[in-house]
């Protein structure tokens, strides 16, 4: 069996930007479920490695690559199978301003993902968002802006 570990964790989120599905099928499973947090279109559980994979593909978009994360600490419970990292995203819209503040525009928020290995693969993720960060992710996945105008992605 795979050695669940603090550095496991990170290679997987590693594998998800190189794009390479071989690398990213090292650490998640083809079959993977995984529960992201809010009351909008891409809120609730998706199912299967392409379906998580779109998703991730359209807050690409969405931001243009404008997004960095950050991994502020991680659990392993080896015996198990359990890892949990507490983490940050900081994201702009594409067109939006760099120092924006309004919840349309810039994606701002700490939270968890509590993730369930076998294998050595995650075959299940849920995310939690800490204060109001479900309710600043509402906001930013909303199809309507500050402006008034529809977002497409």
Do not use: C
């Amino acid at each position: 069996m795979t050695e669940l570990t603090r550095e496991r964790v990170a290679a997987a989120y590693a594998s998800l930007v190189t794009g390479d599905r071989e690398q990213i099928l090292r650490y998640w499973s083809q079959d993977v479920r995984f529960q992201m947090p809010g009351n909008h279109q891409y809120s609730g559980w998706f199912v299967g490695l392409d379906d998580y994979l779109e998703k991730m593909g359209k807050l690409m978009a969405a931001t243009g690559g404008r997004i960095s994360s950050e991994t502020l600490d991680v659990l392993v419970d080896q015996e198990a199978g359990v890892s949990i990292d507490v983490y940050r995203l900081d994201g702009y819209r594409e067109h939006a301003k760099e120092g924006a503040t309004s919840p349309y525009e810039r994606l701002r928020v700490e939270g968890v993902h509590m993730l369930r290995w076998e294998d050595g693969r995650i075959v299940e993720g849920r995310s939690a968002l800490f204060a109001d960060g479900v309710t600043q992710g509402n906001l930013w996945w909303s199809p309507v802006g500050a402006d008034g105008e529809r977002y497409e992605y």
